[in-house]
């Protein structure tokens, strides 16, 4: 499977993004899709989840504001990101894997490069 994340950019406080992540091959309805993200001298954080069964987990302090789904058909996965905060700004990485997480140290077998999303105040 390969990972290609895009719909990053600029935004104010307040404003909404939505990311996508095209994943390659034919297997992609068995993983569970995942967006992580890392800002700037910290480590990478798990953001959210969507599981091959539909099931979806999110970090706390993106409860209610994200939006993680997937379109199975057309091998992508979205973040929609409302009411953005300064704090949401990183860079975010789409990834793949058959087990489910909610940690950013879990065994991911797939990686996309990172797009950027930075909120402004």
């Known amino acids: 499977v390969q990972l290609q994340a895009s719909g990053g950019g600029l935004v104010q406080a307040g404003g909404s993004l939505r990311l996508s992540c095209a994943a390659s091959?034919?297997?992609?309805?068995?993983?569970?899709m995942y967006w992580l993200r890392q800002a700037p001298g910290k480590e990478r954080e798990f953001v959210a989840v969507?599981?091959?069964?539909?099931?979806?987990y999110y970090r706390d302090s993106v409860k209610g504001r994200f939006t993680i789904s997937r379109d199975n058909a057309k091998n992508t996965v979205y973040l929609q990101m409302n009411s953005l905060k300064p704090e949401d700004t990183a860079v975010y990485y789409c990834?793949?894997?058959?087990?489910?997480?909610?940690?950013?140290?879990?065994?991911?077998?797939?990686w996309g490069q990172g797009t950027q999303v930075t909120v402004s105040s």
């Open positions: 969507v599981t091959s069964g539909g099931s979806t």
């Open positions: 990834a793949a894997a058959r087990g489910v997480f909610t940690t950013a140290r879990g065994r991911y077998d797939y």
């Open positions: 091959g034919r297997t992609f309805s068995n993983y569970g």
